[in-house]
C-alpha cells in the first residue's frame, strides 16, 4: 500500500508540474529572482558611481581650495543661486573655529563653442586663489587653452581681486584689459574673464552678504591677527 501510495504521489506531483498554475508560479519565481538581482546590482552600480562622481568633484575642489584652507566637508556645504539669470553652485570653506576660509563657485561662461564650465576658488578676502576649467567644447590648439594641462593661462587670475583691478580692467587685452588672448582665438578667453569677473561681483553683491546675514563669519586676514 505504501508503495502504491508513493506512486500516486509522484504521478500527481508530474500532472501538477504539467499545469499551467505551476508553470506561473515557476516563471514568477524566477523572474522575483532576476529582478531582485537586477536591483541589486543597480544599487551597487549607482552607489559606485555616486562615490566617483563625488571624489570627482573633491579633487575639482582642491584645486582651487588647498585642504589646508578648510577642515569642513565642502561637499556637504554645497548650495545653489540664482543672480541675474545666472546659475551658481556655491561651495564654504571652513576652519574649526566655523569661520569661513574661502568659497569654490561653480558657474558657466558662454564659449565660441558653447558652455564653458568654471570653478573659482576665493579666499576670505574674496582674492582669486585659482580657476579651473572643468569642461568645454572649445576649438582644440586655439579655444582649449584654458584648460590648465593646455596652458598657464588660467594662472593669471591668482590674487586677482575685484579691488585690485578696474572694472575697465577686468577684460582681454584687445578689449583694453589686462587678461592675454589666444592668437586666433579670443572669444574664448574673453568668455572667461567676463564670467570671473561675474562671479567676483556676484560674490561681493549676493552670495557673501547672505551668508554673513545667516550668521556666518569671515576668518580673520594675516594683517589682522
Known amino acids: 500500500m505504501v508503495q502504491g501510495g508513493a506512486c500516486m504521489s509522484s504521478l500527481a506531483l508530474k500532472q501538477f508540474k504539467e499545469t499551467v498554475s505551476y508553470q506561473s508560479l515557476l516563471l514568477g519565481g524566477v523572474t522575483a529572482l532576476a529582478t531582485a538581482i537586477l536591483f541589486l546590482v543597480a544599487n551597487l552600480t549607482a552607489s559606485a558611481i555616486q562615490q566617483q562622481n563625488a571624489q570627482d568633484k573633491m579633487d575639482g575642489l582642491n584645486q582651487v581650495l588647498p585642504p589646508s584652507l578648510y577642515s569642513n566637508d565642502l561637499l556637504a556645504t554645497e548650495r545653489g543661486w540664482l543672480i541675474s539669470d545666472a546659475s551658481y553652485r556655491v561651495f564654504i570653506a571652513k576652519n574649526a573655529s566655523e569661520a569661513i ?125
Open 101 to 225: 576660509t574661502g568659497l569654490a563657485i561653480q558657474s558657466v561662461a558662454k564659449g565660441y563653442s558653447g558652455d564653458i564650465q568654471l570653478l573659482v576658488g576665493l579666499d576670505a578676502q574674496q582674492q582669486i586663489i585659482a580657476v579651473r576649467v572643468l569642461s568645454h567644447t572649445e576649438t582644440p590648439g586655439l579655444g582649449d587653452k584654458i584648460e590648465r594641462a593646455k596652458s598657464d593661462w588660467v594662472d593669471s587670475f591668482y590674487q586677482q581681486s575685484l579691488q585690485r583691478l578696474s572694472m575697465k580692467q577686468w577684460a582681454v587685452k584687445k578689449d583694453g584689459g589686462v587678461f592675454d588672448q589666444f592668437t586666433g582665438a579670443t572669444i574664448t578667453p574673453r568668455a572667461v574673464v567676463g564670467q570671473v569677473q561675474q562671479t567676483l561681483l556676484a560674490v561681493q553683491q549676493e552670495i557673501l552678504p547672505t551668508l554673513l546675514s545667516e550668521g556666518y563669519e569671515l576668518a580673520k586676514g594675516d594683517s589682522d591677527e
